[in-house]
């Protein structure tokens, strides 16, 4: 089967086109030996099936990044059968620079000019065929976002793919160009695109003079004399300088703008002058995120049942009258998160209830209907009934990313992160973090200092990711019906959202005034003209989130959720003991053991015979976070009196009943959430770490993730319960500024001395 890579810069559209060309035969893994995503999959739109393989967006083919090493070495080492170089035609010339690179290898390529429907709606024109034959390469008009011109794309790659192509050069008539012909004419024996090589050499590409070292040292030779009348002897400059200035010369002349256009501000630079402000610029980000949450938790969409009595009321009385009506109705009309579920909670309550009516009807033993209705179905389904939230959570995420927003939301926070030590291309692995800390810690590699990068890393899991959402929208839910706070689980996430940010914020101020003390590199990043996202490809990117959440959730969680309710129900001499009884159990004894850490937190030692299932699920969720709220769904029935087999208790009502029962405070819930917010995130994310950070961090890292959580619920749990601890941490913050504050001036010393 043909293999097409696809390369380009980052938004220039390459992953809706990749995304319209595989579709649902996409696939995610990693790059050998890196844990940089690796895309691919089949497109059979055109003459025949071929394999599609996403390259990482790049700007050039310079070592700079992981990202522009895996996609050198895939080009020069797997040798794709042709490249579908993807360029912004709103940006010809900037993204023609990788394009000339391309162009020096050995490779047959084909340049799709993506977004053409946006430069038509500017008034410029691109004249294909004129850029086709300067080129010397296929060149085709196309949208990714609409489908123009795709089934025609692959067909031209196709027949492309089957023709060799050579390397050529566009550095011809500068001072080097002798110096690349001779070079070049020395390696074409010994490697595929001896072009490419050759000018890497010149540059003076660590990687290449690494492998080529006697190449290196005649090209080294060659370039003694040359001291060019601008850039003397600075070669990579003189290079980076003649590409656009040959792209200037004989591309540019194929791009007709509109007059005037060079006056008139666009669309995009009209909507800047408000979401960049620099006073509303965070205000407004902050009300999104507030109206993304309320969206997502509301139980009174809109308010409306607080602003208007009558209707508030109605909604509570209709719901009484016809509970199923609860799936829309609560203290007013329910948010499009909490619709979805509520309906999808009623579904698999009435599943694990008939299931559990069904087996006691059939006589079926005690030990086998708690199993399957508490250790299997009540944690599977407790964690299942939020996949409609996550989901919705990310299309909110996704549209905010895919418009081009979310890249003005680094630029804006620019200015703040310079503050904290960090530049503001740290944001952007950060807010990463809400969707999974994963990718967000790969993505770090985007960040030249290592100290920054290890800051960054520490502080990721402090942004919630969705795997998180079951135990904060539990939480609120439960708190809400147990502690009569009305309806504001949108409220109350949102702020244990901005909690978890504030106390990132506040480690890298610490750790950046410490030991993780280093320069701040310069912030450029470009920003995308803002584009409406692609539904078909916003509705894949949420089917590999699905897929990825239910896998987790009938593997991990489900064996987590078994071995839960084993060890629950049997003592350590394995004599199975009843729900009355579980007091003897195994997990009783282990969570009664380490039940007393918990203390200062609020859900420890003073929660009672019972309290140990808060220890147990805040331990459990250091497997995987969903099993915090999989655990109170299989114990909620059992430990909670008042209830029969056939009455599982999930989610929102598990927690409710398990905050009754233990007579848990509000400030302890609250400092429950956080630690599990900020704690050791998941065993994968935990893996992620230890490859990303530096050798000998990462038992520092560990450390940080146990005390960060442990002190900001401590700080918590006795300031919202007694409020008289506030001396106390106001001491212990200012013994800690001082202790900064000599370290760094004893620092500066001992470099003075040096």
């Given amino acids: 089967m043909i293999t097409i890579a696809l390369a380009g810069n980052p938004n220039c559209g390459k992953t809706t086109l990749f995304n319209a060309l595989t579709g649902a035969t996409a696939h995610v893994g990693n790059w050998p030996g890196v844990t940089v995503d690796k895309r691919e999959g089949v497109c059979k739109k055109g003459e025949q099936p071929v394999n599609i393989v996403d390259l990482p967006g790049i700007y050039s083919l310079s070592p700079y990044t992981p990202e522009e090493v895996i996609a050198r070495n895939f080009i020069l080492d797997s040798r ?37 429907d946006e430069l038509d709606r500017r008034g410029d024109k691109i004249d294909a065929k004129l850029l086709e034959e300067r080129l010397g390469l296929p060149v085709l008009r196309i949208s990714a976002l609409s489908g123009y011109g795709i089934k025609d794309l692959i067909n031209r790659t196709i027949a492309t793919a089957k023709r060799p192509r050579k390397g050529i050069s566009v550095l011809a008539g500068t001072t080097i160009s002798d110096a690349v012909s001779q070079v070049a004419e020395r ?43 601008t850039f003397g002897s600075d070669i990579e400059a003189l290079v980076a300088n003649a590409r656009y200035d040959y792209i200037t010369k004989n591309y540019s002349p194929a791009l007709t703008r509109k007059s005037g256009d060079g006056v008139k501000l666009t669309k995009s630079d009209k909507i800047d002058r408000i979401l960049t402000n620099k006073w509303a610029g965070i205000p407004i980000f902050a009300a999104i995120l507030f109206a993304i949450f309320h969206l997502t938790f509301s139980e009174d969409l809109l308010f409306l049942g607080a602003i208007i009595a009558p209707f508030g009321e109605w909604c509570a009385t209709i719901t009484e009258e016809f509970p199923v009506l609860s799936i829309f109705f609560s203290g007013g009309l329910n948010s499009p998160g909490v619709m979805l579920f509520n309906a999808l909670d009623l579904l698999t309550s009435t599943i694990g209830e008939g299931i559990a009516t069904g087996l006691e009807s059939a006589g079926a033993a005690e030990w086998a209907i708690g199993l399957v209705g508490d250790g299997i179905l009540g944690g599977l389904f407790a964690v299942l009934s939020f996949l409609p939230q996550i989901l919705l959570l990310f299309f909110f995420f996704s549209i905010l990313e895919d418009s081009g927003y979310m890249a003005r939301v680094a630029f804006i926070l620019d ?132 897929k990825h959440f239910i896998q987790k959730a009938f593997t991990i969680i489900l064996a987590s959720t078994i071995v839960i309710w084993f060890f629950s129900h049997f003592t350590w001499n394995w004599q199975f003991v009843p729900d009355e009884n579980m007091d003897t159990s195994i997990l009783a004894s282990l969570g009664m053991l380490v039940q007393p850490i918990f203390t200062p937190l609020g859900f420890g030692a003073q929660l009672g015979p019972i309290g140990w299932v808060f220890a147990v699920g805040a331990v459990t969720g250091l497997i995987a976070k969903e099993n915090v709220i999989a655990t109170f769904g299989t114990l909620a029935s059992a430990v909670v009196t008042g209830f029969t087999a056939d009455e599982a208790l999930e989610g929102v009502d598990a927690v409710e009943a398990l905050i009754s029962a233990t007579d848990i405070s509000g400030a302890a819930c609250v400092a429950f959430i956080m630690f599990n917010m900020l704690t050791i995130p998941c065993f994968a994310a935990v893996a992620a770490a230890k490859a990303e950070v530096p050798k000998g961090k990462f038992k520092w890292t560990l450390l940080f993730w146990i005390a960060s959580s442990y002190i900001a619920a401590a700080a918590i749990y006795t300031v919202g319960e007694f409020i008289w601890p506030v001396a106390i941490w106001a001491v212990v913050i200012a013994v800690a500024t001082a202790g900064i504050i000599w370290f760094n001036k004893n620092n500066e010393k001992e470099l003075k001395t040096a």
């Avoid at 170089?85 to 990788?98: A, C, G």
Wanted: charged residues 20%; glycine residues 8%.
């Fill in 187 to 229: 390696m074409k024996d010994d490697v595929s695109s001896p072009v490419f090589h050759a000018i890497k050499l010149i540059e003076g590409d660590s990687v290449e003079r690494d492998v080529h070292k006697r190449s290196a040292a005649f090209a080294d030779k060659l370039l003694a004399g040359v001291n060019d009348p």
């Fill in 415 to 546: 200015r703040i992160f310079r503050r904290l030590g960090l530049s503001g291309r740290a944001f952007m692995p950060m807010i990463m973090g809400f969707g999974c800390s994963i990718p967000a810690m790969v993505n770090t590699r985007t960040l030249a200092d290592e100290k920054e990068r290890t800051a960054t890393i520490r502080v990721i899991p402090f942004f919630s990711c969705g795997a998180k959402l079951p135990i904060l929208t539990a939480m609120a839910g439960g708190m809400i019906g147990a502690f009569g706070l009305g309806e504001v689980a949108d409220l109350i996430v949102t702020l244990m959202y901005l909690l978890g940010m504030v106390t990132a914020f506040i480690a890298i101020i610490a750790m950046r005034s410490t030991t993780m003390r280093g320069e701040i590199t310069p912030f450029i990043m470009e920003l995308p003209d803002y584009r409406a996202p692609g539904m078909k490809s916003t509705m894949l990117h949420l089917w590999d989130k699905a």
């Fill in 80 to 116: 794709p059968d042709c490249v579908i170089n993807i360029v912004d035609s709103t940006n010809l010339e900037r993204n023609l620079y990788l394009t000339t690179q391309l162009m020096e290898m050995d490779v047959p390529v084909v340049v799709a000019l993506n977004m053409t």
